[in-house]
């Protein structure tokens, strides 16, 4: 069988796949720092989004990544599950993204003098990717007809 070319695969596929491997390498940018900048003191310091629940956050994007590859290059290697793969995804990718709003909002930020703390772009940048990564999940879902499995009682379709 011939492996499926990434140019030829739907759009939904497609978002979801690059959201999430472009999330993975926005992960290493700038999160969480500091700067300083007074008395002829000038230093900045940040810390990646792999630390505390966004490391979880990310993790679970990371698979939702995963998950919609195999299904895609490797759809017989994925067991028989009560609910579609497509939900898997998608549950997987709203989870890791939820975690990662909530958590770059609860970090202390602010500005004292010539010092500041707090986001920093990378932060949005990676919000913003895995908010299109879970909305691809959505619309992948939608178009492979998948219910919710709460629609007829956790049974397969």
Same mark, same amino acid.
């Given at each position: $069988?011939?492996? +499926?070319?990434?140019?030829?695969? !739907?759009? @939904?596929?497609? =978002? #979801?796949?690059?959201?999430?491997?472009?999330?993975?390498?926005?992960?290493?940018? !700038?999160?969480?720092?500091?700067?300083?900048?007074? *008395?002829?003191?000038?230093?900045?310091?940040?810390?990646?989004?792999?630390?505390?629940?966004?490391?979880? *956050? $990310?993790?679970?994007?990371?698979?939702?990544?995963?998950?919609?590859? $195999?299904?895609? &290059?490797? +759809?017989?290697?994925? !067991?028989?599950?009560?609910?579609?793969? @497509?939900?898997?995804?998608?549950?997987?990718?709203?989870? /890791?993204? %939820? %975690?990662?709003?909530?958590?770059? &909002?609860?970090?202390?930020? /602010?500005?004292?003098?010539?010092?500041?703390? =707090?986001?920093?772009? /990378?932060?949005?940048?990676?919000?913003?990717?895995? #908010?299109?990564?879970?909305? &691809?999940?959505?619309?992948?879902?939608? *178009?492979?007809?998948?219910? $919710? !499995?709460?629609?007829? /009682? =956790?049974?397969? *379709?």
């Amino acid at each position: $069988m011939a492996q +499926p070319d990434f140019r030829t695969m !739907p759009r @939904n596929d497609q =978002g #979801v796949l690059a959201a999430g491997v472009l999330a993975f390498i926005a992960s290493f940018f !700038p999160y969480y720092g500091a700067t300083v900048n007074a *008395a002829g003191i000038h230093g900045s310091s940040s810390t990646s989004a792999w630390h505390s629940y966004a490391t979880l *956050a $990310m993790i679970l994007v990371l698979a939702a990544t995963v998950v919609a590859a $195999m299904q895609l &290059f490797s +759809p017989s290697s994925l !067991p028989e599950t009560s609910v579609s793969w @497509n939900f898997v995804v998608l549950a997987l990718s709203a989870l /890791g993204t %939820l %975690l990662l709003i909530i958590r770059s &909002f609860t970090l202390d930020h /602010g500005d004292i003098g010539g010092f500041s703390y =707090g986001l920093r772009w /990378g932060a949005y940048v990676l919000m913003i990717l895995c #908010v299109v990564q879970t909305l &691809f999940a959505f619309l992948r879902m939608r *178009a492979a007809g998948d219910a $919710m !499995p709460w629609a007829h /009682g =956790g049974a397969a *379709a």
